[in-house]
């Protein structure tokens, strides 16, 4: 572009400011933000709109309307999509802030911290970029609650696979710290696209709980459930079979790897355990697997006896994936699904680190949970569902 082309192209930019003076710099800002992530878009894709070019990394498409709120006001932005083997979110933002939703999540955490009103301005101030008074910030905890009950309790619909985790936080209960558990359930819906259904907080993660949950799962219409990941809690299991008899269990490997160690007594055998286990859970099938597995158990039946009875009785539980079609294995043969949304998780609570109560522990956490979720149901498929049962 030529200086004359780009003085035409500024004039446009600032026309608003001609025109109705600093009444339009919303405006004004909000082109410039657009015209910026534009370009961040074109350089990540390492090509320009309707460009061929050899280093393209995938396409445009399209743009997703946001509103930030700002210290001169609501802009209204346009927020540059991409498709193709290639992630973008504009780096002058941050991904899932919304202004509404700095402002909710503000307000819960004053609730968690249980901190003064003149610290919540503070923090509604740098956050938000003004000011806010007591009975907004009660009006704002009204509402965030609102729709975090409403969004807990909407309709599901058919979810093929599950995939289940608890997580543990820490509550005060009656003058002394409890640890209180945070059930979470994801699942994958027939498009392939990832959701997270919903989540419960209780003093317990026993049978009851997780019994409890999963029918209020089914309750909002949950169905067509084929498949579940989780890890090996007695009370899910328990809850499992009174709530989805006949389903398919698989259980998280990851978790069955790393519980394999805790049996091996010589410090030099680790990582021979871990590759053996390791080769066993990638074989291409069932029945390669258990012949590795009865290889391994007799190899370490007389150094290992411990292990190799462990491995014997414990290992086959993470061997229904491989009734699945091979492309869907690596992503439903472990919960790590859920174990990277528990450390996003954990980012934002270690901050508040001890919560009054149940109720906002879960407040805080549904927050990030339902940003999460608009996210995955918006983004690319997760996974190709095609051969599923």
Request: glycine residues 6%; hydrophobic residues 40%; aromatic residues 6%.
């Amino acid at each position: 572009m030529t200086h004359e082309e780009k003085g035409i192209a500024m004039d446009a930019v600032l026309q608003p400011l001609f025109e109705r003076g600093f009444d339009g710099i919303q405006e004004v800002l909000a082109t410039i933000f657009n015209v910026a992530m534009r370009a961040e878009r074109e350089k990540v894709l390492c090509a320009e709109l309707h460009e061929r070019t050899e280093e393209r990394r995938g396409y445009a498409n399209g743009f997703k309307p946001k509103t930030l709120k700002t210290r001169m006001g609501e802009l209204s932005l346009r927020i540059p999509q991409v498709r193709g083997d290639v992630s973008f979110y504009p780096s002058a933002l941050e991904r899932g802030q919304r202004g509404e939703k700095a402002l909710a999540l503000a307000a819960a955490e004053m609730y968690v911290n249980g901190v003064s009103t003149r610290r919540v301005r503070n923090v509604m101030e740098a956050l938000c970029g003004f000011d806010i008074s007591a009975s907004q910030v009660s009006e704002a905890a009204k509402m965030l609650d609102a729709e975090l009950e409403k969004w807990r309790n909407r309709p599901i619909g058919c979810t093929k696979a599950l995939v289940l985790d608890a997580m543990y936080e820490q509550v005060r209960m009656n003058g002394s710290v409890v640890s209180c558990a945070v059930l979470i359930a994801t699942g994958i819906q027939e498009d392939g696209h990832r959701s997270i259904l919903g989540v419960s907080a209780s003093l317990s993660e026993a049978e009851p709980h997780w019994r409890t949950f999963l029918h209020s799962l089914k309750n909002r219409g949950l169905n067509g459930v084929s498949f579940i990941v989780s890890d090996d809690h007695e009370g899910l299991k328990a809850a499992l079979r009174a709530t989805f008899p006949g389903v398919p269990w698989q259980r998280c490997q990851t978790h069955l790897q790393r519980n394999a160690q805790a049996y091996v007594t010589k410090a030099d055998l680790r990582s021979t355990v871990a590759a053996d286990i390791r080769a066993i859970f990638n074989a291409p099938s069932r029945q390669e697997a258990e012949r590795l597995l009865a290889v391994a158990c007799e190899k370490y039946a007389q150094s290992q006896a411990k292990l190799a009875s462990w491995m014997e009785d414990n290992l086959p539980d993470g061997f229904a994936v491989f009734a699945l079609p091979e492309h869907m294995r690596r992503r439903l043969r472990t919960s790590n699904l859920l174990e990277m949304l528990n450390r996003q998780i954990r980012r934002r609570t270690r901050v508040v680190g001890l919560f009054p109560n149940e109720e906002s522990l879960i407040r805080l956490i549904s927050a990030i949970l339902m940003e999460t979720s608009e996210d995955w149901e918006t983004d690319k498929v997760y996974l190709n569902m095609e051969g599923m049962p």
